[in-house]
């Protein structure tokens, strides 16, 4: 019996170390895939800070132009409302000088109606004459007035010419926003592709293994077969 027992525990030994020769040999395989997805992870990290400063570098400079342009839009704002209004004035100086003036004669004029009424009424023939004779009236009766014959008013300013140019700056402008610019090209664009023999078991692969979700309903086999030995959702 001691015999066949001590026959059992050689037997047992040796199968211990066999397994122990397998474990190591799988933890090796193990340890080996950790920092195959550890350096995965760090190139994954990598790439996401790049992605993030390219990012905003990207923000901060569309931002810093846009403000330029915003400015330089303020700018010429400016710069045509004070044209406008150069205009304006311009018009304006003639018009409201010419308006003074026949304000005045009209004021004057009033006077030498007021006067005349007031000699037509005088029953005293000689006084009537000499008042005529001496010009003791207003000395605006007998002075020339503006012909206002020859006076043209202007019904209508026209700012056509400066709104025209701006309706066209503005149809321009929004078609070089449709047509040419483009915000973030394309090509400036990378997919990462997962492996799916790799990949974790509780994972759902999906549009050409670019898009992984969890799939919890998934079994879990041995990670010995299958190769995907992390109890974690990876990779």
Known sequence: MDKHKGH???TATAERVEKESELKEDQMKFQQRIQEKQKKVQ??????????LSAQTAVDDSERIFTEMISSMEKKR???????RAQEKAELSPAERLLDQLEQEIADLQRRVTELEQLSHTHDHIHFLQALASGHLSPTIKRPYFDTSSITVPQHLSFDGVMNSLSD???RLEEFWEEEFIIIPPHDFCYLTLDP????????L???????TENRKCACFDGRHHGNNSSLPET
């Open 8 to 10: 059992d525990t050689v």
């Open 43 to 52: 190139e994954l990290k990598q790439t996401v800070n790049t992605i993030k």
């Open 78 to 84: 400016s710069e045509v409302t004070e044209l406008i």
């Open 169 to 171: 700056l503005k149809k």
């Open 197 to 204: 023999h790799t990949a974790h078991p509780h994972l759902r």
């Open 206 to 212: 999906s549009e050409k293994n670019r898009v992984a």
